[in-house]
């Protein structure tokens, strides 16, 4: 009984078990073979060619890109918030005139 339950759950295991992380091309899901050369890209993403590798490359800075920008518009409008409520600040009446202290 107890080499079924031990067959049981090896089987299970094999079933379920994620696929190894250079098994396939990052952006082409290509398969790569133990004889090729295997591009990666930050640490630990493999490409069948240095194309699918520059292509990502483009992806990730186009998107850093946009949220660069997109980081950039919320903090300008944070500012010119700032600004306006500054604005308003100044146009409190004010005395301007010398003040002496002995």
């Known amino acids: 009984m107890r080499s079924s339950s031990a067959g049981y759950y090896s089987r299970y295991e094999s079933e379920h078990q ?3 992380f250079l098994d396939s091309c990052f952006r082409c899901h290509r398969q790569l073979s133990q004889n090729s050369d295997i591009y990666m890209y930050r640490g630990n993403t493999p ?3 240095q194309e699918c ?11 850093e890109k946009r949220l660069k920008l997109s980081s950039s518009k919320r903090s300008s409008s944070v500012r010119q918030n ?10 409190k009446a004010v005395r301007t005139g010398t003040v002496a202290v002995a």
């Open 18 to 20: 994620k696929p190894y």
């Open 47 to 49: 490409f069948c060619s």
């Open 53 to 63: 590798r520059q292509e990502q490359i483009e992806i990730d800075e186009a998107n």
């Open 82 to 91: 700032k600004d306006s409520t500054k604005e308003c600040d100044t146009n």
